[in-house]
């Protein structure tokens, strides 16, 4: 869509010789970029939301005296997209890997949180060391 816009700008352009089509290319890549980081600064922040509440749900199964992993696959279920689907690739990641700190990282690029950085510290800090890890959580 966007480059049969740019490619009618251009012709416009070229027909009527003036610098209207040069402006209208260029105001339609900038309108794009805006709508792009708009809808980028949307996901972070459902995102963000949804991290919260699933940190809440892991923390309150391993309560329950479940491991990390089984609270991660159980509450990843429950949870909504976008996050589910990233917590679902994480968790076949885990089961290709069989290391829980390689499928978190494995992720961390498709959520774009501080806080899922720190989470992700937050579980090879205590698996090197040991811990009551729902404490953490909470």
């Known amino acids: 869509f966007i480059l049969v816009v740019m490619s009618g700008f251009v012709t416009f352009s070229f027909l009527f010789n003036d610098s209207y089509g040069i402006a209208g290319m260029i105001t339609v890549i900038l309108m794009f970029r805006v709508w792009i980081k708009g809808r980028i600064n949307k996901r972070k922040a459902v995102l963000r939301d949804q991290f ?5 749900r892991v923390s ?3 309560k329950s005296h479940l491991s990390l992993e089984e609270s991660l696959k159980i509450v990843t ?6 996050l589910r689907k990233e917590m679902t690739r994480m968790i076949q990641v885990y089961h290709t890997e069989n290391n829980i700190i390689k499928a978190l990282k ?4 498709f959520i774009p949180l501080d806080e899922y950085r720190l989470f992700v510290t937050g ?6 060391i ?9």
């Open 52 to 56: 919260a509440l699933f940190l809440v």
């Open 60 to 62: 309150n199964m391993m």
């Open 77 to 82: 279920e429950k949870t909504e997209e976008p």
């Open 106 to 109: 494995s992720v961390a690029d």
């Open 123 to 128: 579980v090879e800090i205590n698996k090197e």
């Open 130 to 138: 040991g811990g009551n890890f729902s404490k953490l959580l909470e």
